[in-house]
């Protein structure tokens, strides 16, 4: 006689618990800062990017590789800072990094000099260097740095990934920031999170207690 298969039985799968998160209401107080919120504008395409700006007169407005516009900006928002950083496509820990620095800014030379709106230029997008690629960043940013400040412009060091450099890989990028210091440059750090910004926030770096007032994605730059 031909057995009989079973009907295998339906393992349920159970639903993912959803992220929530926790954003507080704040009312308006005197106690509160001016606002550090802006725009990262990739292509001005939109009569509402302008008419923030306008309205808003916020701090900061990062623009990437279209900086037609930036003049405007400042001319309706001169107190907005814009930092603009150039697509670049190498981006590789390797050879001489003062020369990978010096090579850097003479192929994005002309640009820079044909957008003088931009109050800082940013270099690489995103590193991540590790232990054994930081002193070659460190050099690459402290070198970028000086090559800019003979053109009279100023360089946004760092531009790391969200989550990174950890507390023991930054102590080793200090001389950059030194040198950046020396030539009215700023730090830039790209921070965010999902599935909405306070994701992680208040949670410490590895080896540190957590804070109430920092996180290991947005807010991070409270950490250094």
């Not at 930036?70 to 001169?78: C, G, L, Q, R, T």
Request: charged share 20%; proline share 11%; aromatic share 14%.
């Amino acid at each position: 006689r031909p057995t009989v298969t079973p009907t295998p039985t339906i393992t349920p799968i159970p639903s993912p618990s959803r992220y929530a998160s926790y954003i507080p209401t704040l009312l308006p107080s005197s106690e509160l800062g001016p606002s550090k919120l802006g725009l990262h504008v990739i292509r001005n395409n939109d009569f509402w990017i302008n008419e923030f700006v306008r309205q808003g007169q916020p701090s900061v407005i990062k623009a990437l590789d279209d900086f037609g516009y930036v003049a405007e900006i400042k001319a309706i928002s001169p107190r907005t800072i814009v930092v603009g950083r150039f697509n670049y496509p190498v981006q590789d820990y390797a050879g001489s990094p003062e020369e990978a620095a010096r090579k850097f800014v003479a192929d994005q030379l002309d640009q820079y000099l044909a957008n003088p709106a931009v109050d800082y230029w940013e270099g690489w997008n995103e590193p991540d260097p590790n232990l054994d690629n930081m002193p070659w960043y460190t050099r690459f940013e402290q070198e970028r740095v000086r090559q800019l400040a003979q053109y009279g412009l100023r360089a946004a060091i760092g531009g790391f990934a969200t989550g990174v450099p950890e507390m023991d890989e930054f102590v080793l990028f200090v001389p950059a920031v030194e040198t950046a210091l020396e030539h009215r440059g700023i730090l830039t750090l790209h921070e965010y999170g999902a599935p909405d910004m306070t994701f992680l926030y208040g949670s410490p770096l590895p080896g540190y207690p957590p804070y109430a007032n920092r996180g290991a994605l947005t807010f991070r730059y409270r950490w250094y």
